[in-house]
């Protein structure tokens, strides 16, 4: 099994293929609107022009299993990510990250990289970096900050 296996639903309701994004550095994100780290959108929206042109893709996963910090529907999602970050890059639908209706992707990605605590994702923004061979290389806290990860990308995308 490896990324490429995988879908997920975008918030227009279409789906994605992982295997699209195939040959890709992938930054993989689960993210929230009422959050103290939503302003890392920003940060994301950021790399996201800097090295889309390269090769990486940035992919949101709104999730509201933390703090229910991410109540709306896909609608008031991607508004909210339109109007206050300028989001252009992919955005899901909204997912679980935890528990049994985890979707299949992030369980896959909690398997290849353990945090610090264990397997669960423990907050809003984690993060996992994919090299373009659709290896997990990288899982970072929320409280990493984007930008921080622009040496591992550009790194990757070599």
């Known amino acids: 099994m490896s990324i490429y296996d995988f879908s997920f639903r975008r918030l227009d309701g279409s789906e994605q293929a992982m295997a699209d994004y195939r040959g890709s550095v992938l930054l993989l994100v689960n993210t929230a609107s009422r959050c103290g780290f939503t ?3 920003a940060g994301l ?3 996201h022009r800097r090295f889309g042109p390269q090769g990486l893709a940035i992919i949101g ?3 509201n299993q933390f703090g229910a910090q991410e109540p709306g529907d896909a609608g008031e999602i991607g508004a909210f990510c339109q109007k206050n970050y300028g989001v252009d890059f992919a955005m899901a639908d909204k ?5 049994a209706n985890a979707h299949p992707l992030w369980q896959y ?3 290849q ?4 605590l264990g397997q669960a994702i423990r907050w809003n923004f984690s993060k996992f970096l994919v090299d373009r061979q659709g290896r997990v290389v990288a899982r970072f806290a929320p409280f990493t900050r984007p930008e921080k990860l622009a ?3 550009e790194a ?3």
């Open 39 to 41: 302003s890392q959108y």
């Open 45 to 47: 929206e950021a790399l």
């Open 61 to 63: 996963f709104p999730c």
């Open 95 to 99: 997912v679980d990250v935890n528990g």
């Open 109 to 111: 990605l909690k398997r």
């Open 113 to 116: 990289k353990r945090g610090l």
């Open 151 to 153: 040496a591992r990308i």
């Open 156 to 158: 990757l995308l070599k």
